[in-house]
Structure formats: C-alpha cells, structure tokens
C-alpha cells in the first residue's frame, strides 16, 4: 500500500517543482527519503536510485512512498545511464554516499569509490542525459579542511579532510568544481550546454526516521526504545546541530534558482544553524531527556576513539544573503521536533513526517 502525501496549500519554492521530474540518489537513506516525501508533497514526479535502505527499521519503507524506485549502486555507471536515459529527469539531487566517519576508517576504498567515483559517474550520466537541466550536488561540511578553529568555513576555504570519510567529500567538491569549469562552465551556458551545476554542505543533520550506526540521535532513540541505558563516548564534543529539513530547504531553493536559469547560483553553498546551535554532546542529552524522560545516559569516555573533529561549523552568510535561506526551527526546536517523532513512532506506531513538514513549511 503506497500513501501519497496531501500537497502542500500555498507551494513553496514558487511551485517550481510540480509535475517536475527529480531525480534523487540516495532516495533509501535518511535525508533521501525526507527529500523524496517532501518533493511528492509538492506534486514533482520523483524518482529514487539508491541501495536497498541501510537498515531496519528505516524511514523509507515507513513511508510506503508512490515513486519510482531503482535499487542500484552508483558505482555502476551502465545501471545508472540506463535509469537517466528511460526517466529524463530535469533535476537531479545527489546524496547517494558512505556517510559515517567511522565506517571509513574500516572500509577506507569503498568509502572513495562510493563517495568520488560515484560523484564523477552521477555527473557523467547527467552529461550524457539530454532532459538534465540542473544538479545539486550535497556533500558535507567535513569536507573543509579542519584548523579547529572558532570561526566558521567559508565556501572557499580550502577543501581537506583528516579522516577516509572526510577526504572523500573534500575529493567529491574538488571532482564538482572540475565538471563545473571543464563541462559546465558558466561562460557557455545556454550556447554550448544547458546545464547548472551547484554544491551544497551541511553537517551534524538530526530528525526523525534514522537508525543509522553510530549517530548520538539515533544511538539514544534505539537505547530508550529497549529500555537500556545509552553509553556516551564523547560528551564534550561540539556539534552546530540542525533539523533535517533545514539544509533540504536549502538544496531545494539551489534547485529552484537553477531550474530557473539562474547561472549566478551555480556554485557552492554552505548550509548549518546559527552560532547559538552549537552544543555538547552532554547538554543534547539533557534538552531531550525533557521531551522523552524515559531516556537513561552514562558517560563512558574512549580514549581509543578514532579521530574526529571536535569543532566544526559553517560561515552561511552568503546562503543568507544571496538566497535569502534563513533558519526555521532553532536548536532546542529540532531536538524537540526530533525527539517527538521517535517518541510517537515507538509509543503509538505512528510516523509524523508529514506532519512536521506541514508545520515547517506554514512557518
């Protein structure tokens, strides 16, 4: 039984996205399928290519989405021409990847491969497909190479990356800004390609619906949902943490600007919270034990962690100006919004996705 979500009464992004074909890598993970629901909400046609959902539960078979879905890695370029060439979409968002940090210092190459190679095989069969007027490329603000330092990254600061994870999104924006200048330069737009091509770069994104390994949300969501105490390894780590539909509002207005032919914004953008949203891992933990109680934590530190950053935010002035993007819910308001969903999910079987997307977007 699919469910196709009620739209939205007065269509953001101008209503640029009814009846439009989007294509969405990734659309099985966290954010894919977020981004998937959200783009049905607004009438677009949408088609996923992802692999089967990274876990069980997961968000995506909870929504029993009406879309077109290919399972399908993007590592396989012949697979992936073959879904461009029969759907012809107009757009494509690209979020298929490895996303954990700690995975990559286990699986180092299939994290490049998935995360570069299937970056440069998503832009090819984008180059190859006719209908492919824009693509929004999301990576990471890991992918900045990290001083530790106060302030936040700016779009051009230098790419990096410690860790496999990390390199791999920094390599991923440096294989965008190629195919921007080699195949989609701004000079020729309109003469010699009709393709836009922007990145965007969020991090630290929480919300309902994910299970993924390893994330502090869901570590906590899956410990209370048993009864168990949930062990903290790192309590004084710094995150700038932000609702999951607050960078999709960003990508979402990149690809209206670029659907509309505005070549001035084909480049990268930063999407993360304001400055008061960054908080330690510890001072989470207390502001959702207040919309759960349930919720038991114990500090256990690992001096045998592998290296992550401590500090690490972004500068989005230019996103606030040129876009006119601005934060919906603040911090506390996307724990709480956060919290609620899993709380609901586990007490009374039900999903509230469409209701938060409801309430975020009348804001």
Known sequence: MHSSPSPI??????GIYRQRKVLVTGHTGFKGSWLAYWLLKMGANVCGYA???PTNPNHFDLLKLDMESHIGDIRD?????????????EIVFHLAAQPLVRLSYKEP????????MGTINVLEACRQTPSVRAIVNITSDKCY??????????????????????????????VASSYRNSFFNLADYGRGHSLLLASCRAGNVIGGGDWAQDRLIPDIMKAVSKGET??????????????????LSGYLLVGQKLLEGKKEFAEAWNFGPGDNSSISVEEVLKQIQKYWPNINYKIDQDTNAPHEANLL???????????????????????????????????????????????FVNL
Not at 77 to 89: D, M, Q, T
Request: hydrophobic share 35%.
């Open 77 to 89: 370029i012949k697979r992936l021409l073959a879904v461009l060439a029969l759907f012809r979409p």
């Open 9 to 14: 009464p007065r269509p953001p992004f101008g």
């Open 109 to 116: 190459r299939e994290t490049f491969e998935t995360n570069v």
């Open 51 to 53: 692999l089967p959902p």
């Open 230 to 247: 949930v062990i903290i390894r790192s309590p004084n780590a710094t995150r700038p943490w932000q609702h999951v539909l607050e960078p």
């Open 145 to 174: 190479k990290n001083k530790e330092w106060v302030w936040g990254y700016r779009e051009n600061d230098p790419m990096g990356g410690f860790d496999p994870y990390s390199a791999s999104k920094g390599c991923a924006e440096l």
């Open 313 to 359: 935010k972004l500068d989005c002035s230019k996103a606030h100006i040129k876009l006119g993007w601005k934060e919906t819910w603040n911090s506390l308001e996307a724990f709480k919004n956060t919290t609620n969903w899993y709380r609901i999910y586990y007490e009374e079987n039900f999903v509230v996705t469409e209701e938060q997307i409801n309430q």
